[in-house]
């Protein structure tokens, strides 16, 4: 089958927000607006697929006229903004949650929960708000944290003593905790500050995207998925057609199918929707 042929059969498109669709500033192309907006006269379906949380990429839903549920938080929920419909959720057993507070308490640790609709944090906690880089989230202060136990998709502790993170880190990892996936990480921006991330474990933007095209019957080869960075490696692993913008790492470039000559910040994403719109075009 040929390039055009492939192209001529794409029905669904998942972007990647932050360095691929948004140029530096958070802003979507105008060029990239207009192609989408001539892509769905011919019925083409979009999605997101983002590390963002859910309630962080509702402007941009809503700017593109998004109908189809949107991927968050790599994978951890498939939501739909119209609908408030959740199509899948990826939330982390309470008891491991209640675990990783009494931690954070023990050892003073600036800890938040991440939900869909914010990231909730206590006044003990509220050095969290200088110490989290999660782009334009909602962040909501509560007595307590005893009634976001549930529908919590990830928890965010972040401080400067290294072996208390460290020590954080072992406990929610195999075999002191099972089915969850934990990172640990000295931050790039703040110095000496130290952050723990944990999340179920198996989700990845990959999965969720093959459950998302399951939900529209479409079949992967009929999708195109397009990012730049290493969360988005897993999609490029779908079957799907992959589109890396100029900026993307070598490992994504070397997947791909098409790579653009220009990057996030020169609306790299409209020349591949451009190449898009005239096959679709070329065979009306």
């Not at 691929?20 to 979009?46: A, P, Q, Y």
């Not at 003990?124 to 944290?145: P, W």
């Not at 199918?257 to 990057?263: A, E, F, I, N, R």
């Amino acid at each position: 089958m040929t390039h055009k042929d492939i192209l001529k059969k794409i029905k669904f498109i998942v972007f990647d927000l932050d360095g691929t669709l948004l140029n530096d500033e958070g802003n979507i192309g105008e060029e990239s607006k207009r192609l989408i907006r001539d892509l769905k006269k011919l019925d083409v379906r979009f999605s997101f697929a983002t590390g963002r949380l859910h309630n962080a990429i509702t402007r941009f839903v809503e700017e593109l006229e998004i109908v189809c549920p949107i991927i968050s938080l790599d994978g951890c929920l498939i939501k739909n903004q119209k609908q408030d419909k959740v199509i899948f959720e990826s939330s982390i057993k309470e008891k491991y949650v209640k675990k990783a507070v009494h931690l954070a308490d023990d050892l003073i640790v600036n800890i938040a929960l991440c939900h869909a609709d914010a990231i909730y944090y206590t006044e003990n906690n509220s050095g969290i708000l200088r110490l989290m880089n999660k782009a334009s989230a909602q962040y909501q202060q509560v007595d307590s944290y005893d009634n976001f136990f549930g529908s919590t998709l990830e928890i965010v502790f972040a401080g400067d003593q290294k072996d208390s993170m460290k020590y954080i880190y072992d406990r929610l990892s195999f075999p002191y905790s099972l089915g969850l996936n934990a990172s640990f990480y000295r931050s790039k921006s703040k110095e000496n500050i130290f952050y723990v991330e944990v999340r179920k474990a198996g989700i990845s933007k990959g999965k969720s995207f093959l459950r998302l095209m399951k939900h529209y019957k479409v079949k992967p080869e009929e999708a195109v998925v397009i990012g730049d960075w290493y969360n988005d490696l897993s999609l490029f692993e779908t079957g799907a057609y992959k589109v890396a913008v100029a900026n993307a790492i070598p490992e994504l470039k070397n997947k791909a199918d098409y790579v653009t000559s220009s990057t996030n910040h020169q609306d790299g994403v409209a020349e591949f929707l451009h190449l898009l719109l005239k096959v679709k075009l070329s065979n009306k």
